[in-house]
C-alpha cells in the first residue's frame, strides 16, 4: 500500500469525511477507502476526456529534471543513446 498526504480546503474535507462514513460507515478505513474510490474514478474521467496539461511546460520539466546533476549537453547525449538504444533493439541485424 502507498500512501499519499495533500492538503484540501477545511470545508471540502469535512464534506469528504462525512460522506465517507455515511458510506462506508465509522470504522477504521472508511476514508481510506473513499479516497482510493474517489481517485479512481477522477482517473476514469480524465482518461476519458484526455489528458491536458494545464500550466506553463518549461516549470513544470524544471521540476522534474531538478535533481539531475547533468548539463543540458550531457543529457542530450543521454537521451539520444537510449533512444538509439529502444530503436535498434527492435531491429533484426
Do not use: N
Amino acid at each position: 500500500m502507498a500512501g499519499l498526504r495533500f492538503q484540501v480546503k477545511e470545508e471540502l474535507e469535512k464534506r469528504f469525511r462525512e460522506a465517507a462514513m455515511r458510506r462506508f460507515g465509522y470504522r477504521k478505513g472508511s476514508l481510506s477507502r473513499a479516497a482510493e474510490e474517489a481517485i479512481h474514478q477522477w482517473l476514469i474521467s480524465v482518461s476519458a476526456k484526455g489528458l491536458v496539461f494545464e500550466g506553463d511546460p518549461v516549470e513544470a520539466l524544471d521540476g522534474l529534471l531538478a535533481d539531475v546533476d547533468l548539463d543540458s549537453v550531457e543529457l542530450q547525449h543521454l537521451a539520444m543513446k537510449k533512444w538509439a538504444g529502444e530503436v535498434l533493439a527492435d531491429v533484426s541485424p
